[in-house]
Antibody, heavy 115, light 107 residues
């Protein structure tokens, strides 16, 4: 059974940092592109970042470029999202999933950026 | 940059057919994925590559893609189909892109 479990969310002040983790199991993690998707309260889904299986290529939505870094540890089947210089508009539930079509999703972790 | 357009909402009576559209320039040239999301839950893939259905998804869910419009069709709609539905494509200008979502209400 495929499992993805996000963690690391919480309340942070504007300008602060958080590191999200996504522990995975049940599939060959090191062969899959992985992505982060977020959903602001009451809003739609938004792709945030993608990473190649070997970690050699990464891509970001324009609004997070230079502030967020996606990475992975294939030895531990874990995906990360380092979020720096957080803004109020980054408030959202963050999901990790395999690159589309995304058959399996985690439950999400809530990031709240507020003073 | 590429844009996907979905109607914000639609309503349908139980037993009827819901057709949720996703508009995009020459979208027929792209693989379109569709997700269902119930309140407070993670999205669920219901159609991928425009017309294919994942295992476990009822045959009532089907997809088509032609011209500038992709369509998710839900036949014999049930109360449990009430949810938000999102289309998704990949484009070189935007990487992975979601439509704005359609809230389906079952009357």
């Amino acid at each position: 059974e495929v499992q993805l479990v996000e963690s690391g969310g919480g309340l942070v002040q504007p300008g602060g940092s958080l590191r999200l983790s996504c522990a995975t199991s049940g599939f060959t993690f090191n062969t899959y592109w992985m992505i982060w998707v977020r959903q602001a309260p009451g809003k739609g889904l938004e792709w945030v970042a993608s990473i190649k299986p070997d970690g050699s290529e990464t891509y970001y939505v324009d609004s997070v470029k230079g502030r967020f870094t996606i990475s992975r540890d294939n030895a531990k089947d874990t995906l990360f999202l380092q979020m720096n210089s957080l803004r109020v508009e980054d408030t959202a539930v963050y999901y990790c999933t395999g690159a589309p079509p995304s058959h399996d999703w985690g439950q999400g972790t809530l990031v709240t950026v507020s003073s | 940059s590429y844009v996907l357009t979905q109607p914000p909402s639609m309503s349908v009576a139980p037993g009827q057919t819901a057709r949720i559209t996703c508009g995009g320039n020459n979208i027929r040239s792209k693989n379109v994925h569709w997700y269902q999301q119930e309140p407070g839950q993670a999205p669920v893939l219901v159609v991928y590559d425009s017309t294919d259905r994942p295992s476990g998804i009822p045959e009532r869910f089907s997809g088509s893609n032609s011209g500038n419009t992709a369509t998710l069709t839900i036949s014999r709609v049930e109360a449990g189909d009430e949810a938000d539905y999102y289309c998704q494509v990949w484009d070189r200008s935007t990487d992975w892109l979601f439509g704005g979502g359609t809230k389906l209400t079952v009357l």
